[in-house]
Every structure is written in structure tokens, then in C-alpha cells.
Nanobody
Framework: QVHFVESGGGLVQPGGSLRLSCAASGFTFSLYSMNWYRQAPGKERELVAFINGGGGTTNYADSVKGRFTISRDNAKDTVYLQMNSLKPEDTAVYYC????????????????WGQGTQVTVSS
């Protein structure tokens, strides 16, 4: 059974940093691209960052480009999101999921989602 456990969130001041982790299980992690998503209150879930299975290709939403870095450790079945220069608008619950391909430009994911990790950026 596919399972994701996100961690590392918290309360941070604007300009601060956090490193999120997502431990995956139930599938062959290294064979799948992975995405980080976030969902702010009252908003739809938003794709934040992408990394391919080997870790050599990454992509970011314009809103986080230059501030966030996605990485992965296939030996640990874990994907990370290093977040620097955090802004109040980064406040959201952050989730990870596998990227199973695109349909009409939208990533397809496993149906199972983790509980997410809350990131709050506030002074």
C-alpha cells in the first residue's frame, strides 16, 4: 500500500528556512518522479516542485523558483524540499506524491496522500 509521511514543517519568520522531508513506501521509489504540493486555506492544491527518478531533473513553480530546492535520496525512499527566504504567502500544508505522468497538463498521482506538514511563515 502506498504511503507518504511528510515532516519538518513549523512556524518560521519571514526570510527564514525550513527543510521538509517525505518518506515514501509501498512502491519502487527510485522508478518514480516525485512532486511537492502545497495547499493554503481556501485554495486549491498547488504543484510546487518536481524531481525525476534519478534526481537529475528538477522543475519549480515560478512562485518558489530560486528559493526552494527539491532533492531525493533513493536509498532512503525520501524526497526533500529545502525552503529558503520564506514569505508569508508560502504558508500552507505541504504534501508529496509520485508523478505518474500528465493528463491534459495535470500530474497524475497515487490516490493515497499523507497527512501533510504545516508551514507557517509569520512574524
Amino acid at each position: 500500500q502506498v504511503h507518504f509521511v511528510e515532516s519538518g514543517g513549523g512556524l518560521v519568520q519571514p526570510g527564514g528556512s525550513l527543510r521538509l522531508s517525505c518518506a515514501a513506501s509501498g512502491f519502487t521509489f527510485s522508478l518514480y518522479s516525485m512532486n511537492w504540493y502545497r495547499q493554503a486555506p481556501g485554495k486549491e492544491r498547488e504543484l510546487v516542485a518536481f524531481i525525476n527518478g534519478g534526481g537529475g531533473t528538477t522543475n519549480y513553480a515560478d512562485s518558489v523558483k530560486g528559493r526552494f530546492t527539491i532533492s531525493r535520496d533513493n536509498a532512503k525512499d525520501t524526497v526533500y524540499l529545502q525552503m529558503n527566504s520564506l514569505k508569508p504567502e508560502d504558508t500552507a500544508v505541504y504534501y508529496c506524491n509520485a508523478d505518474l505522468g500528465l493528463v491534459a497538463g495535470t500530474p497524475i498521482t497515487f490516490a493515497s496522500w499523507g497527512q501533510g506538514t504545516q508551514v507557517t511563515v509569520s512574524s
